[in-house]
């Protein structure tokens, strides 16, 4: 992929971030933590990128490509946080759980590149968050057969099963880099 496009690309991928962060500021979501921590990581990635791109820039389009991915697991994210239903956000969940999935095969595909022991390393990694996100997963199958009114309670149970998830691939890029 030529320069210009992962320019346009990285131009495009900034104006979300920029609209996640302006809706973190001023919404519902206003000092909540895993939003601060998924703009955190988008940051860190998109630095990356940028560092990345004069001394590698064959791993650019790899690297633009994980990068949208895990800008698209903070959207769904957000979305689930601002909801205010159970429906709206068990949905939002899942759709915050199938951008899980691609990012994380995106990093699996990375780590497929890799020799020997790095290799290794960064599977059990990626297994690692894998396993947090089955463990979403489960729980909001679980809320799912216990709502009864109370789905204010299942709603936090699940999120704290998300936010193991995000602090767990948080640790991901340095070790599948």
């Known amino acids: 992929m030529s320069t210009t496009t992962n320019d346009d690309q990285l131009v495009e991928i900034r104006r979300r971030i920029d609209r996640l962060q302006a809706f973190a500021q001023a919404g519902p979501a206003e000092n909540s933590p895993r939003i ?53 956000f068990a949905r939002a969940v899942e759709d915050e759980l199938r951008s899980w999935d691609t990012y994380l095969e995106r990093l699996q595909a990375t780590a497929a590149t890799k020799d020997g022991n790095a290799r290794e390393r960064a599977e059990a990694a990626i297994a690692e968050v894998r396993t947090r996100r089955i463990a979403v997963d489960d729980r909001l199958a679980q809320a799912r057969t216990n709502v009864d009114g109370a789905w204010h309670e299942q709603r936090n149970d699940v999120s704290t099963a998300r936010d193991e998830l995000a602090r767990k691939a948080d640790e991901l890029p340095a070790k599948v880099e």
């Open 36 to 88: 601060r921590r998924h703009l955190d990581a988008l940051r860190r990635e998109e630095a990356s990128i940028l560092a990345a791109a004069p001394e590698a820039p064959d791993h650019v389009d790899e690297k633009v490509g994980q990068l949208k991915t895990r800008l698209a697991v903070a959207e769904n994210s957000v979305a689930a946080d601002v909801s205010d239903d159970w429906a709206t």
